[in-house]
């Protein structure tokens, strides 16, 4: 990712060209057939380094299994198999999900061709489900749902936005997109936030305009 709104892993956001993800369609995006033809038409559409959001929140959470939702090339599933997650990785482009596993085929990744706006969940009781720029469009509430479901007791839900302006230099309105204090305003008593913020990046993205991030991370309460 490491920065796409769209939810590709890596950052990118289905309308940036600087991180490493895909995700799902949303206002104005395109669907499969966009992504693969951005994926086939370069070597590496996103940067291969992990997000920075993930690192930081998931650094010190027991592994167990994810859930990276829009994974795009890769490179927070890697992160996640690295520290001894088993990761289920999916992403709407067959091209990112076949480079990915070329990339990284062994068992403690599944890659799978997945658009969760449309496809069932694949899988539920993940300890960590981790959205990186991933657009879920204002009307596709059920979705957002869904992506809460999959968490499990005691399982962390990890979602990270670019801030307002750095959607709007992309020529998009953050307002059509469920943003982390939309999200944030979906959970009940039965999760805990540890964090809600909007941080620096660190390492700006997206020519320089993504400076800053907001993070959403919970835990649903064990049961």
């Not at 395109?30 to 994926?39: K, N, S």
């Not at 559409?45 to 829009?70: F, H, Y």
Request: glycine share 12%.
């Amino acid at each position: 990712m490491n920065e796409h709104m769209h939810g590709h892993a890596h950052g990118h956001t289905h309308g940036d060209i600087d991180g490493a993800g895909s995700g799902a369609s949303g206002p104005n995006d395109h669907g499969a057939a966009e992504w693969d033809e951005r994926y086939s038409s370069a070597d590496r559409l996103w940067t291969a380094d992990v997000n920075p959001a993930l690192v930081a929140e998931a650094s010190g959470l027991q592994p167990g299994t994810a859930l990276d939702v829009g994974s795009g090339e890769g490179a927070d599933a890697r992160w996640l198999a690295d520290r001894g997650w088993r990761v289920v990785a999916v992403d709407i482009s067959q091209v990112a999900v076949d480079r990915a596993r070329e990339i990284d085929p062994r068992d403690a990744i599944t890659w799978l061709r997945t658009d969760v706006t449309v496809d069932e969940i694949p899988g539920h009781d993940f300890g960590l489900v981790s959205l990186q720029y991933f657009p879920v469009a204002k009307s596709d509430d059920a979705t957002v749902r869904r992506i809460l479901d999959a968490v499990g007791p005691g399982g962390h839900l990890l979602m990270v936005a670019h801030e307002a302006e750095g959607v709007r230099a992309h020529g998009r309105n953050p307002d059509d997109y469920f943003q982390p204090d939309d999200v944030a305003a979906l959970l009940d008593d039965n999760w805990t936030v540890l964090t809600h913020e909007t941080r620096e990046r660190g390492v700006a993205a997206g020519g320089g305009v993504h400076t800053h991030d907001v993070v959403l991370h919970a835990r649903r309460n064990p049961a």
